[in-house]
């Protein structure tokens, strides 16, 4: 997935086809092999590999480099390089972490497949099985249907993150190639440039803070940063360049007295200062509007020890140095990161008043914060504190592909992967004391959902902290979280405003899909037998050859297909029913039974609506329009939008004698401008049984103020009895039901 549209000239020449069977490299034209080209490219490869991998191993990638020459022949970058050049640079960038010899040469190899002749089989068969599952984990679909590109964004990414849940080497491979891309952006167009940065900081540079990869990270960030805002980025860069000098000071002597004390209590430590990254100063300019001579912490300081019980006694003296913020210490040494990452965070009253921060740590979880899952590869013993980052990284990973099973498409998959990967954590704790990590602003259905998807489907309430609250309360860390269920509760549509993570919102959107096919089944059977009647019979009595025949030209597999159809209003009734029935009578015909109105008992779900327009009740004349896609609207026969009645999408519709929902309907009062009469409005409202959704403040003219309600009603003899209430205040002038 190294773009090689964008980063490889137009003009390239056909590749040449190496055989399978492992041929003799030697025997292919000297002309056309680009191999003395890379040579010192090479050379540096290996060099760099050879501290840690043995002779065939670096055998196998000089003969992986000359595989990519051959292949890639005739290809160059936009920037006149040979096109190969890139992936041994990928290659380069794996090294440095100590990767293994198969994703190097995947790494080598991983444009083969999607820019050249070369298949996956070829690959396999030159290099082995393992190696060429990598190079297809990271190729992009090369056979998109026709759509968007950001469509075609998200089937890639869709892809990829599948492959990932298998080998997370996928991603390795992934991330260090977008990063020697965005190294080496200049010789594109200003507009790719932009969008191959909004890229990267919106996916790239999130996944490898997800998988611990803090360095990896950093980089991606202020090269996407300079990429999409130059002009941003070289006037903030200038600007912590000329505020570094006294700042820069400051920082030396808060190092100074933090290694002095250190050495006073017997503490060995490593203590770093450190610049801010360019890309965290914006953001953070950004979401505090802050001009840059207020955001003091540009600088932090990172201690280093060699225990985790040198951690808290590093806590304590500088908390005995300094002065700490309140509420700005946290320990995920305790508690680490999803992604494993293990620090002692907090913030110093410095000299001046200038806030610093300070992180400690051990070594150990030093280089897991820098490199992450990659960690992996350093740390060889197999008991090693690296392999926790390991772990949690496959579990996010297996969330990942649990949130792709329930997406409806591709793009629903990227928006929820999206909104994962910017987790600002809270940490409360089940009933049994277990921790549950959730996002920041999580809710109550966000912890159930976290729990078990059967907890968050059947959710009604929660009590944190003992006390019973409303499942769309936001947790705070620390809190005891304890879901209510009931058998019979399902989720509601209504959640899907407020749930913060992508687990929530994917089984909210599944349940209601599923939900909505049974609701619109069983509508469409409603509206066939209607439809049915008008030519004298009924569905149970249309024979089953009958249907057998007509399906093919319904074009539908089965009836329940057809029914679905009907009830989304993806097909006419009348239609359908000609189609099934013997009768000559013409479709629409309402002659007979059929004549009667559709019966509405506000039990149909998602498949039935009203119109905000008019926002019909029960007991108002109403009259039915089917929508493709969402079923029945209803609206009121005086509805402005009710236009052209002789369409056949029309249809008489009525009401049940019970209906069992409450609808919201539109009043406005007119009232002398008095204090408390809002109060008095309310309370009325409440105490004729009914909620008020919405109170509008409409205008104010001299001593009289216009108010708008939007209340809920049973009926219209519920509406009258609140509107009869309302008319008793001395206060209300004129009181009207508006739609």
């Not at 936009?78 to 995947?106: M, N, Q, R």
């Not at 933090?258 to 990254?277: S, T």
């Not at 999206?418 to 940490?427: A, S, T």
């Not at 705070?476 to 913060?500: H, Q």
Request: with cysteine; proline share 4%.
């Amino acid at each position: 997935m190294g773009q090689a549209g964008e980063f490889e000239s137009a003009t390239t020449q056909s590749p040449i086809r190496i055989q399978a069977n492992g041929s003799d490299m030697s025997t292919v034209r000297a002309e056309a092999i680009q191999v003395d080209d890379i040579t010192p490219q090479v050379a540096d490869l290996c060099a760099a590999l050879g501290s840690y991998l043995d002779a065939d191993s670096l055998s196998q990638i000089r003969a992986a480099c000359e595989f990519g020459a051959i292949a890639h022949a005739g290809q160059y970058r936009k920037s006149g390089e040979p096109y190969v050049t890139h992936p041994i640079a990928v290659a380069k960038l794996l090294g440095e972490v100590h990767f293994d010899g198969a994703t190097l040469i995947a790494a080598i190899l991983h444009d083969v497949v999607e820019d050249t002749n070369y298949t996956k089989d070829d690959i396999a068969a030159r290099f082995g099985a393992e190696v060429a599952e990598l190079v297809d984990g990271v190729t992009k679909l090369t056979q998109i249907p026709s759509g968007s590109r950001r469509e075609a964004q998200a089937e890639n990414f869709q892809k990829m993150f599948l492959a990932m849940s298998k080998d997370i080497r996928v991603m390795m491979v992934k991330l260090a190639d977008r990063l020697h891309n965005m190294r080496t952006l200049g010789a594109l167009t200003p507009a790719k440039r932009r969008r191959i940065a909004r890229e990267t900081l919106d996916i790239y540079a999130p996944i490898s803070g997800r998988l611990g990869m803090n360095n990896l990270r950093l980089q991606l960030e202020n090269l996407g940063f300079r990429a999409l805002y130059p002009t941003r980025y070289r006037v903030l860069s200038e600007a912590v360049r000329r505020a570094r000098g006294n700042r820069k000071e400051i920082l030396g002597q808060i190092e100074t007295r933090i290694r002095d004390r250190l050495e006073e209590e017997g503490i060995r430590a490593r203590v770093i200062g450190r610049e801010k990254h360019l890309w965290g100063i914006y953001q953070k300019m950004r979401s505090k509007h802050l001009p840059f001579r207020e955001v003091y912490d540009l600088y932090a300081v990172r201690i280093i020890v060699d225990s985790v019980d040198r951690c808290y006694r590093v806590l304590g003296a500088v908390h005995n140095l300094y002065k700490p913020y309140l509420n700005r210490f946290k320990d995920y040494i305790a508690i680490p990161k999803a992604n494993g990452y293990q620090s002692l965070h907090t913030v110093l009253f410095g000299p001046h008043g200038v806030p610093i921060e300070v992180q400690i740590r051990t070594g150990e979880m030093h280089v897991m914060a820098e490199t992450g899952v990659a960690a992996h590869w350093l740390y060889k013993a197999p008991n090693s504190a690296a392999n926790a980052s390991q772990q949690r990284a496959r579990q996010w990973l297996r969330k990942v592909l649990d949130m792709q099973k329930r997406a409806g498409d591709s793009l629903e998959f990227l928006d929820n992967v999206r909104i994962d990967l910017f987790p600002d954590e809270v940490y409360v704790f089940t009933p049994k004391g277990e921790i549950v990590e959730l996002p920041r602003g999580a809710t109550a259905v966000d912890f159930a959902y976290a729990i078990h998807s059967d907890v968050g489907n059947h959710c009604v309430a929660a009590r944190i902290d003992r006390r019973l609250s409303s499942l769309k309360t936001p947790l705070e860390s620390g809190k005891n979280v304890e879901i209510i269920t009931a058998n019979t509760a399902r989720p509601n549509p209504s959640w899907l405003s407020f749930v913060v993570t992508a687990k929530a919102r994917a089984n909210i959107r599944h349940y209601l899909k599923n939900l909505q096919q049974e609701e619109a089944l069983a509508l469409g059977k409603r509206l066939l037998d209607k439809s049915l009647m008008a030519l004298g019979t009924q569905l149970k009595e249309v024979p089953e050859e009958r249907i057998r025949t007509a399906l093919p030209q319904l074009r539908a597999d089965h009836m329940d297909q057809v029914l679905t159809d009907l009830g989304l209003g993806k097909r006419l009734a009348p239609l359908v029913a000609r189609q099934l029935s013997d009768s000559e009578e013409q479709p629409g015909s309402t002659s007979g039974e059929g004549g009667q109105s559709l019966i509405i008992k506000g039990t149909e779900g998602t498949v039935v609506t009203f119109g905000r327009c008019c926002r019909p009740i029960p007991g108002d004349p109403v009259v039915g329009y089917l929508s493709s896609g969402k079923g029945i609207v209803i609206h009121r026969n005086t509805c402005r939008n009710v236009r052209d009645r002789e369409s056949e999408k029309w249809m008489e519709v009525g009401w049940a004698d019970k209906v069992q929902t409450e609808l919201p309907v539109e009043i406005r009062l007119e009232t002398n401008n008095q204090k408390g009469v809002l109060a008095t409005v309310a309370a009325t409202i409440a105490g004729a049984d009914s909620n008020i959704e919405n109170v509008a403040l409409d205008e104010r003219t001299g001593n009289v103020t216009s108010l708008t309600f939007v209340i809920s009603v049973r009926d219209r003899v519920h509406l009258a009895r609140v509107m009869r209430r309302l008319r008793s205040i001395p206060q209300v002038l004129k009181l009207q039901r508006t739609v």
